[in-house]
C-alpha cells in the first residue's frame, strides 16, 4: 500500500472541517483536508441558477437515498420516522444548506442546570461568541442587531428583504404580541438577485486556506483510523478515485464527517483494544442522536403574496416560543420560521401529488391558485438526548468503496411530541390571523434529517462521554471532533453557525498546544 | 414519405401538442413561444413510443389525449418551459400586476410594533 504522510489531516471538507483548515492554516504544518466527494464547480450549486428548480431534486438532491453517488453512503431510515439529508462533497452540505444562520441561546449550552433536561456543555456562550463574531465576519452574516431574543449581536451586513409575505406574517405576530425578527442568514444582499448571494464553505472558508497552502484531496474516502499500541493514531486508510486504498500518515487527526459520517467511520475503526468503535470505552458513540423534529404548517390565502420569492431558508422567525415556560407541558422550546413557498415546477409536482392540476386549459388557473399564494411555515423543536436514538453500522448496504452504510434508529421523545402539537396548534392561530382560506397542517416532517447532533458527546470523564470540552477525544489523545456530533443538546434553531464557531473555537485550541499534542506521540 | 417531410409532420404534431398541454393565458407564453420546438425535437424523435406522431397530422380532442402524451413527453417539458427566459420574464410582469395593491410595509416600522422590545433570553 503506498504511504503518504501529513502534519495535520481534516476528515470532511464540508462546515466544520473547512473552518478549521482555515484556521490552522496559519501554522507553518503540512495540513491535509480529505473529503469522499469530489470538488464541485462553483456554477453548478449557485442557488440562483435557472434551473435551481430541477436540480435540486437531481444531482443536488438532499436525499443521498436517492443521489445514490460514489461519493455517498447508503442511510437506512426505516427505523425512523425523520430520514437523514446531506451532502457529500467538498463544501459538504453547505453545497445544498439553505443559510439560515442563527447562534443558540445562552441558555442552551446549559439545559441541565437550568430546566433540568438534556446535557450541559463544558462552556458558555460567552466562551464561545468570539468565534461566532469571527466566523460571522468570515461568512458574512446578514441580519439585524438588536433583537431580544440574544445578547447583541454587532457587525451584521444588512438584512435581507422580508417580502410581502414576512410583511403580513409580521403584522400577525404584532397582533398576537409575539416576538419576531428578520431572520439571520450566511447569504449577502443583491440587487441581482431577490434570493441574494449564498456563498458555501468552499468560498468562505477553503479557498482562503488553500492559498496558505492547505491541501485538498477530494474524492478520497477514509475508511478506518489507525492506532498505535500505546493508543495513539498513527492514520488513516483511504480510498481514492480509482478505489486503491492508500495509508496517509497524521500526527494529528480531526474529524469533521458530520454526525452521521464521523461516528461511522470510528464504528467502522474498531479493533482489538477498541472492540465497539475507536474511542469508544464510554459504550456513547453514536448515541444520542438529536435531529430537531421539524412541524409544517402552511397557509393559504386569496391574493397572490409572492411568496415564493426570498430567501431559500427563512424570512423572519419568531422565539416566543423558544424557553421553557413553567405553564407548558413541555420543557424546552423551539422556532417559527417562516418559509419560501415553492417556485412553479415544485407547486406543479406538489399539485399534481393531490390531483389538483391537469395539463390542458385550466392548467395556468390550477397553477395559479396555489403558486405565491401560501404561506409556509416551519417549526423547529429542541430535541433532547436520548441514549435509545442511535445509529450503528448497516452491514448489508454498503457504499461504492464497500464501507457499510449507516442505520438510523430513532423515536420521537414525549417532550418533543408534546412541543411539536403546541407548535402546530400556535401557527395555525398565527396563520388564520393574518387571513389564511385553509390551513394544513403535519409534522414531523420525513426528509428534514438534516440537523444531526449528539452521536460522540462531549463530557466530563471517558465513563460518560467521547470527547473532553477541546473536542479531544478521552481515549486518543492526538485524535479530535470538530463537528456536531460533540454536541450534548442541540438548540431549537439551525446549527451551522455554531458548527462553525466550536470548529474555530477547538482549532485554536490546537494550534496554541499543537507541539504539546504530538509530543505524546513518541 | 421522405424523412424531411416526417421530421415536418412530427414537428407540428409536437407543437400542437405542448400547446394544447401548456395552452397560455393572459400573462403567459404558451409552450412554443417560450420554447423553439426546434431545439427540443431531437430528445423525442427516437422515441419509438411517438413514431405515430411522424405519420399524419394528429388531433387533440379530449383531456384523456393530452394525459397520454403527458406521459409519454415527462415531466421535462415542465422544466424546459418554466426555465426559459420568456417564461422568466412573464412571470416577472405577472408578478408586477398582482402585487400592484399588496401593502409591504417597511421592517423598521413594524418591528417599532412588535411587543417584546426588552431583552427576553435566559443567562
Ligand atoms: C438540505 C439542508 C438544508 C440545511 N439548511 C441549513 C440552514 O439553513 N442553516 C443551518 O444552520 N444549517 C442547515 N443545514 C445543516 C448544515 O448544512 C450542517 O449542519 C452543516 O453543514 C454540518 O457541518 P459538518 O461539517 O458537520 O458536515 P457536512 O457539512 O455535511 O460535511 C461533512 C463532510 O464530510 C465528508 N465525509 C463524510 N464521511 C467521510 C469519509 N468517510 N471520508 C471522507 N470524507 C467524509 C462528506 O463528504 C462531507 O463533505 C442544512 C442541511 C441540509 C442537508
Redesign the interface.
Known amino acids: 500500500m503506498k504511504k503518504e504522510r501529513t502534519d495535520i489531516l481534516i476528515i470532511g471538507a464540508g462546515a466544520s472541517g473547512a473552518a478549521s483548515a482555515w484556521n490552522l492554516s496559519k501554522l507553518n504544518l503540512k495540513i491535509v483536508c480529505i473529503d469522499q466527494g469530489p470538488l464541485i464547480n462553483k456554477k453548478e450549486y449557485s442557488f440562483n441558477n ?2 435551481r ?2 436540480s435540486k431534486f437531481k444531482k443536488f438532491n438532499i436525499d443521498p437515498n436517492q443521489r445514490k453517488f460514489d461519493s455517498d453512503y447508503p442511510i437506512n431510515n426505516d427505523n425512523s420516522p425523520i430520514s437523514i439529508s446531506n451532502y457529500n462533497a467538498v463544501g459538504g452540505s453547505t453545497l445544498i444548506y439553505s443559510g439560515h444562520y442563527p447562534r443558540f ?3 442552551d449550552f446549559k439545559t441541565k442546570e ?1 430546566d433540568d433536561i438534556g446535557s450541559n456543555w463544558l462552556f458558555n456562550y460567552n466562551d464561545l461568541e468570539k468565534y461566532y463574531n469571527l466566523n460571522d465576519k468570515m461568512v458574512g452574516v446578514s441580519g ?1 442587531a438588536g433583537d ?4 447583541r449581536i454587532n457587525n451584521l451586513q444588512s ?1 435581507l428583504d ?3 409575505s ?2 403580513l406574517i ?2 400577525s ?2 397582533k398576537l ?6 431572520s439571520y442568514a450566511a447569504i449577502k444582499k443583491s440587487n441581482k438577485f431577490k434570493k441574494g448571494i449564498r456563498p458555501t464553505v468552499v468560498e468562505t472558508y477553503l479557498n482562503k486556506a488553500v492559498k496558505n497552502g492547505v491541501i485538498i484531496k477530494p474524492n478520497s474516502r477514509v475508511l478506518k483510523i489507525k492506532i498505535s499500541k500505546n493508543k495513539i493514531a498513527t492514520g488513516v486508510i483511504y480510498s481514492n478515485k480509482r478505489k486503491e486504498k492508500r495509508f496517509l500518515k497524521a500526527s494529528l487527526i480531526l474529524l469533521a464527517s458530520s454526525g452521521i459520517g464521523t461516528p461511522r467511520i470510528l464504528m467502522n475503526s474498531k479493533n482489538k483494544d477498541f472492540p465497539n468503535g475507536l474511542a469508544n470505552n464510554s459504550g456513547q458513540l453514536g448515541k444520542n442522536l438529536m435531529l430537531h423534529p421539524l412541524g409544517f404548517v402552511e397557509g393559504h390565502f386569496n ?4 411568496s415564493n ?1 426570498g430567501p431559500e431558508g427563512c424570512s423572519i422567525y419568531s ?1 416566543e416560543f423558544y ?1 421553557t415556560k413553567k405553564k407548558r407541558n413541555f420543557k424546552r422550546g423551539y422556532t417559527i420560521q417562516l418559509l419560501k413557498s415553492p ?3 415544485e407547486s ?2 406538489y399539485l399534481k401529488k393531490f390531483k389538483k392540476i ?4 385550466s ?3 390550477d397553477l395559479f391558485a396555489y403558486y ?1 399564494k401560501t404561506i409556509p411555515l416551519a417549526i423547529i423543536c429542541e430535541d433532547t438526548p436520548n441514549k435509545n436514538n442511535f445509529i450503528q453500522l448497516d452491514h448489508k448496504n454498503k457504499d461504492s468503496d464497500g464501507m457499510p452504510g449507516i442505520k438510523i434508529n430513532y423515536r420521537l421523545s414525549k417532550n418533543s411530541k408534546k412541543m411539536l402539537t403546541h407548535g402546530i396548534y400556535h401557527c395555525k392561530k398565527l396563520l388564520n390571523i393574518a387571513g389564511a382560506k385553509s390551513i394544513k397542517a403535519f409534522g414531523p416532517v420525513k426528509n428534514t434529517g438534516w440537523h444531526l447532533v449528539g452521536t460522540a458527546k462531549m463530557g466530563t470523564n471517558k465513563n460518560n462521554s467521547v470527547v473532553n470540552k477541546f473536542g479531544q477525544c478521552h481515549d486518543i489523545k492526538n485524535l479530535f471532533i470538530i463537528d456536531s456530533s460533540i454536541f450534548p443538546s442541540s438548540s431549537g434553531v439551525n446549527i451551522a453557525s455554531t458548527v462553525q464557531a466550536v470548529s474555530l473555537m477547538i482549532s485554536d485550541y490546537i494550534k496554541k498546544n499543537f507541539k504539546r499534542l504530538i509530543a505524546r506521540n513518541d | 414519405m421522405t424523412d424531411s417531410k416526417k421530421r415536418y409532420i412530427f414537428k407540428n404534431n409536437l407543437k400542437n401538442i405542448l400547446n394544447n398541454m401548456i395552452p397560455g393565458d393572459e400573462f403567459m407564453p404558451c409552450f412554443s413561444h417560450a420554447v423553439k420546438i426546434e431545439t427540443i425535437i431531437k430528445k423525442y424523435l427516437k422515441n419509438k413510443l411517438l413514431l405515430n406522431l411522424k405519420k399524419k397530422k394528429i388531433k387533440i380532442f379530449k383531456k384523456k389525449d393530452i394525459e397520454i402524451y403527458q406521459k409519454l413527453l415527462g415531466n421535462d417539458i415542465l422544466d424546459t418551459y418554466f426555465t426559459s427566459n420568456s417564461v422568466i420574464n412573464s412571470l416577472n410582469l405577472r408578478k408586477k400586476y398582482y402585487l400592484k395593491d399588496i401593502k409591504k410595509e417597511n421592517v423598521f416600522k413594524l418591528l417599532k410594533k412588535a411587543k417584546h422590545k426588552k431583552q427576553f433570553f435566559r443567562e
Open positions: 435557472k434551473d428548480e430541477i441561546h445562552p441558555s437550568i439585524m431580544p431574543a440574544y445578547p438584512p422580508i417580502g410581502y414576512g410583511s409580521a403584522r405576530f404584532n404580541g409575539w416576538h419576531w425578527w428578520p391574493k397572490f403574496l409572492n420569492e422565539h424557553e417556485g412553479p415546477i406543479f409536482h391537469n395539463f390542458g386549459k392548467f395556468f388557473n405565491g
